[in-house]
């Protein structure tokens, strides 16, 4: 990898999208020992604890990628990677000669592959890689990742990866981890829908919520999406489930358009967007996923 070393022969590395899974991620790098710069945005976790490790702080897209060998975005989809690679002050208008721009968010692929093009045009060099798990697993340094890209360049850039990821998965070509991120996606947060919605019947029907959650345990049920919301069902705990439902239904709507656009089914996919869409629609967008039991149990009304 052609880099700008520092003095402890690590690339510089800027960071774009410091929220949640992004602040994880940035602590991750630094304990590494990799230079960083990040944007300075309103959307942004508190970052003093980061700047006092040394990071630095860059006004716009552009600052940062003219700072860094490495810029790993970790915004929230196809519309704000789009934006800030392409605006007038955007990474793509400071990017150095072989810098390497690493994708973390959920996108749409056809997009990813247009904004590869456009970054190999630049000069630059492009993974997407995005990420599975949660914000804990993120400060942890524990995150999977499905990246798409060319193999070499994965491999070059596999100890940056594993600063903050414990899992990580070569996919295949440029836009090969978005694809495989939203299959994964919509088996997740479908069997979420799915064991919500039969957790709001239960409510309604007098079942017994933690019985209900024993014969799934110990029957065809049991599975990660049940270790995620039975905290809820049982004690109206979300801590183990904090995606929110405006994320959700934002994946389920760029799987379903992947899906058109390869010609595959996905009457089951739209149905399970639609679930999402109507809490979001109801005003609970921003609460995590586990609180669309209640808006289904009182029969999908607020």
Do not use: W
């Not at 997407?128 to 400060?139: I, N, Q």
């Not at 809820?232 to 995606?243: K, L, Q, S, V």
């Amino acid at each position: 990898m052609e880099t700008s070393k520092t003095l402890n022969d690590k690339p510089r590395v800027g960071i774009i999208g410091v929220g949640q899974m992004g602040h994880g991620i940035a602590s991750n790098i630094l304990k590494a020992g990799y230079p960083l710069v990040l944007l300075d945005h309103p959307g942004n976790q508190p970052v003093a604890d980061l700047l006092t490790a040394g990071a630095h702080a860059a006004a716009t897209p552009a600052d940062v990628a003219r700072q860094a060998d490495i810029i790993v975005l970790c915004v929230t989809g196809t519309p704000q990677v789009e934006q800030v690679l392409l605006q007038t002050d955007g990474v793509l208008a400071g990017l150095r000669p072989q810098a390497i721009i690493i994708d973390c968010s959920t996108a749409i692929p056809s997009s990813t592959l247009r904004l590869a093009e456009a970054v190999t045009k630049a000069g630059g060099r492009f993974l997407d890689a995005p990420m599975t798990r949660t914000p804990k697993e993120a400060a942890e340094g524990r995150l999977n990742l499905i990246v798409g890209g060319d193999t070499a360049l994965f491999e070059a850039c596999l100890p940056l990866l594993r600063s903050y990821a414990e899992n990580i998965t070569h996919a295949g070509p440029v836009g090969s981890g978005h694809r495989l991120k939203l299959l994964h996606n919509y088996v997740s947060l479908g069997f979420s829908a799915v064991l919500a919605e039969a957790a709001a019947c239960a409510e309604r029907a007098q079942v017994d919520s933690a019985v209900l959650m024993d014969i799934l345990a110990k029957g065809g049920g049991d599975g990660v999406v049940l270790g995620r919301l039975r905290p809820y069902i049982e004690h109206g705990d979300t801590n183990a489930f904090r995606f929110s439902i405006a994320n959700a239904m934002k994946d389920m709507g760029y799987y379903t358009a992947m899906a058109e656009e390869a010609g595959a089914p996905h009457a089951a996919a739209e149905a399970i967007r639609a679930t999402y869409a109507a809490a979001s629609d109801a005003g609970i967008a921003q609460a995590p996923v586990p609180e669309i039991i209640d808006f289904l149990a009182g029969g999908g009304k607020k």
